[in-house]
């Protein structure tokens, strides 16, 4: 499996950005994909998770309202989708999948997860 994140860059405050993950590779029905972000000096931290086949959608506290996540699933795409972004938005967004399916408390964990993109970096800056 590879996932390969794109859509990064600099943006004002109250701006918006979509970052998109291509993954490829897939040979399983059922998988998570999520979006974590990581600031300098800071742990990795979860923002926004999609489960492909329930298309259900899970997002941090800090998400809520402001990101969408989504899925084009004829381009194994994933998409966030970031509105009125805030400073504290800046940092490396990494897309990850998890294969097979999650309860909810763990898709918020890093280790959840068995593939990672490279990443994306969003600056947040005026």
């Known amino acids: 499996v590879q996932l390969q994140a794109s859509g990064g860059g600099l943006v004002q405050p109250g701006g918006s950005l979509r970052l998109s993950c291509a993954a490829s590779?897939?040979?399983?029905?059922?998988?998570?994909i999520a979006w974590f972000r990581q600031a300098s000096g800071n742990e990795r931290e979860f923002v926004a998770a999609?489960?492909?086949?329930?298309?259900?959608?899970h997002y941090s506290d800090s998400a809520k309202g402001r990101f969408t996540i989504s899925r084009d699933s004829a381009k194994n795409t994933a998409y966030l989708q970031m509105n009125s972004l805030r400073p504290g938005d800046t940092g490396v967004y990494y897309c990850?999948?998890?294969?097979?399916?999650?309860?909810?408390?763990?898709?918020?964990?890093?280790?959840?997860?068995?593939?990672w993109g490279q990443g994306t970096l969003v600056t947040v800056s005026s």
């Open positions: 999609i489960r492909w086949n329930r298309n259900s959608h």
């Open positions: 590779g897939i040979t399983f029905s059922r998988y998570v």
């Open positions: 990850a999948l998890s294969e097979g399916d999650r309860i909810v408390s763990l898709l918020q964990m890093p280790r959840s997860y068995d593939y």
